[in-house]
């Protein structure tokens, strides 16, 4: 018979065994994560957000050597984010000096964690080399960063952006609505003309 003192003994042994489970140490993990090497992506990314989630220099450091190292592409685009998301000086440098090297998915990553995680304003010579470049998907989040920021080039790099890519008008819909201006309800009636025009 389930009585009230027996649910209390349960509850108490349940907490007593929930306040003893201890966090995974860094070597632990970097060791889970080497003999995971030939384990399916979802295992090896887990193990690779509880690293990140320590949120230290040696996390930094081993996160870093896996972009760099690892032998499965998925696994080094999507550490990059996990980097990005360590709030440490460290992490910053680590993906600036992803965008500077010479692989474009590692820099097109590294420009994507950096504008969506990180509160550090970009190197001008980085916004302003892709805001010059034909990259679609960098472009946008270029503007996208610019708006979030309150950049007074913002509209003018949206019509840029329509300019090059008119047919992506509407993936700037929701932050023309957020800037709530004349101008930017200018912009909108454009690509909403523009949408009607290539579904004729």
């Known amino acids: 018979m389930i009585t009230p003192k027996r649910i209390l003994a349960g509850l108490l042994l349940l907490a007593s065994l929930t306040g003893s489970a201890r966090a995974a140490t860094f070597p632990e993990l970097r060791d889970r994560f080497l003999r995971e090497r030939r384990k399916p992506y979802a295992e090896r990314m887990e193990t690779i957000r509880s690293i990140a989630a320590l949120g230290t220099e040696q996390a930094v450091r081993f996160l870093r050597k896996v972009v ?105 819909i929701s932050v023309l609505v957020r800037a709530a201006t004349p101008e930017a309800a200018r912009v909108l009636v454009r690509i909403y003309d523009d949408h009607r025009k290539y579904d004729r």
């Open 68 to 172: 760099v190292e690892d032998e499965d592409l998925s696994v080094r685009l999507n550490t990059i984010y996990q980097v990005a998301r360590i709030p440490l000086p460290s992490a910053w440098r680590a993906l600036l000096g992803f965008y500077r090297g010479s692989d474009r998915k590692l820099r097109n990553s590294a420009f994507s964690a950096m504008v969506t995680y990180r509160k550090e304003p970009l190197p001008g010579e980085i916004l302003d080399e892709v805001l010059a470049g034909a990259d679609q998907g960098l472009r946008s989040s270029a503007v996208r960063y610019l708006a979030r920021r309150n950049d007074p080039r913002f509209l003018g790099e949206v019509e840029r952006f329509l300019e090059q890519f008119p047919r992506s008008g509407t993936s700037m």
